[in-house]
């Protein structure tokens, strides 16, 4: 049998998704059973218990296939970067109307109706998915309504297939935004779940681990000595740790120093995580 990393791949000894058959070994095979993320932000953690670590999150809007649903939670896989975890499956709703529009301002608010006056009912994260069934105007105010009846503000929304063309413009929307460890949304962000969702949103998908990005976004480059040629949009690694170059000198990260989304020098960097960490660990240019 062929290794498969298990937060890529549904298989464990008593159960795995069909699409493994031949390739891993298990008591039973099954087909996922399509779902989608049906709250703001579902943490995918470790194991099914709430004490057990998040790996990464789930976007409302986010497409899922579930291998199992027992005693309150669900064994899933999310087809946008094909992470496999568990969440409550509270979490979890029907796929019953196609998404039209991301939302592309770090947080937005959602409304019982097309009015900022009223208590908000919810919130969403850049990155959602949503269904616009229809528009309103209130006091000069746009909104777009979905499916549910709830509205949220019409410019925080572009059509699904838009793209940004510059990614690291969109990681810098997240300035200031609080480290998660595992978090992925503009509520709570990690390192690779900045490069990640901003890179979604200029419309090329990659893998969400740090490690996984390093293997496998652009390709990679040889920064020489003191790590000279450099440019805006080139990605820098350390040993479970990336950061996005926002020009020859200058990083953006979500980082356990600041715990924040923050600036840093390249160099004040190296010397910093030097200690505890070592040096980079690669290059790669998307």
């Known amino acids: 049998m062929t290794a498969r990393d298990a937060r890529l791949h549904a298989f464990r000894a008593d159960l795995a998704d069909a699409r493994l058959k031949g390739e891993v070994s298990a008591d039973r095979f099954v087909a996922g059973r399509p779902a989608r993320i049906a709250v703001s932000v579902a943490d995918i953690r470790k194991a099914p218990r709430p004490d057990a670590g998040v790996n990464t999150q789930a976007l409302f809007g986010d497409d899922v296939l579930v291998f199992e649903n027992t005693d309150g939670w669900a064994w899933i896989q999310v087809e946008r970067d094909g992470y496999v975890g568990y969440v409550a499956d509270t979490m979890l709703g029907g796929r019953d109307h196609?998404?039209?529009?991301?939302?592309?301002?770090?947080?937005?608010?959602?409304?019982?109706?097309?009015?900022?006056?009223?208590?908000?009912?919810?919130?969403?994260?850049?990155?959602?998915?949503?269904?616009?069934?229809?528009?309103?105007?209130?006091?000069?105010?746009?909104?777009?309504?979905?499916?549910?009846?709830?509205a949220v503000i019409a410019g925080h929304l572009r059509p699904i297939a838009d793209t940004t063309a510059d990614y690291v413009s969109v990681a810098e929307t997240f300035l200031g935004t609080p480290y998660l460890w595992g978090g992925a949304s503009g509520f709570g962000i990690d390192c690779s779940g900045l490069v990640q969702l901003a890179m979604r949103m200029a419309g090329q998908d990659v893998l969400r681990d740090s490690d996984m990005q390093a293997a496998t976004i652009g390709e990679p480059l040889e920064p020489g000595p003191d790590f000279s040629g450099l440019r805006r949009g080139d990605l820098v690694f350390w040993k479970g740790h990336v950061a996005i170059m926002t020009d020859a000198d200058t990083m953006i990260h979500a980082n356990g120093h600041t715990m924040l989304v923050s600036r840093e020098g390249l160099k004040d960097a190296i010397a910093r995580i030097g200690y505890l960490y070592g040096g980079p660990t690669g290059l790669r240019r998307p």
């Not at 196609?98 to 608010?109: D, G, I, M, W």
């Not at 009912?121 to 777009?144: D, K, N, P, W």
């Open 98 to 150: 196609a998404p039209t529009h991301l939302v592309s301002v770090p947080r937005t608010f959602l409304y019982p109706g097309p009015d900022l006056r009223f208590p908000i009912s919810g919130q969403l994260s850049m990155g959602s998915a949503v269904t616009v069934t229809g528009t309103a105007e209130t006091r000069g105010t746009h909104y777009a309504l979905l499916p549910s009846g709830q």
